[in-house]
């Protein structure tokens, strides 16, 4: 049974920090593109970046330069550093991994709030 379990939201003041952990089992993540999207309330699912099985990595124009991707394969590990936080990236934030098949988190909220 592949699961992917993000884990690391919270709430955040603007301008801070979190890290979002995303902890694959029943597959190898070193085979699967692997990203990170979100989903605000009422408003559509979409991408922050994503880091291919090569460690190339496509951000949205909205976090650039504040949020970084990194991958461990050899812990079947995704993370999602995210500095320079703004109320308008208050989401609940998704893992996700894509290669033959598709698979997603259930999600973590992260909250920006003063």
């Known amino acids: 049974q592949v699961q992917l379990v993000e884990s690391g939201g919270g709430l955040a003041q603007p301008g801070g920090s979190l890290r979002l952990s995303c902890a694959a089992s029943?597959?190898?993540?070193?085979?699967?593109?692997m990203g990170w999207y979100r989903q605000a309330p009422g408003k559509q699912r979409e991408l922050v970046g994503t880091i291919n099985t090569a460690g190339s990595i496509n951000y949205a124009d909205s976090v650039k330069g504040r949020f970084t991707i990194s991958r461990d394969n050899a812990k079947n590990m995704v993370y999602l550093q995210m500095n320079s936080l703004q109320p308008e990236d208050t989401a609940v934030y998704y893992c996700?991994?894509?290669?033959?098949?598709?698979?997603w988190g259930q999600g973590t909220q992260v909250t920006v709030s003063s």
């Open positions: 996700n991994s894509k290669w033959l098949t598709e698979y």
């Open positions: 029943g597959i190898t993540i070193r085979f699967y593109a």
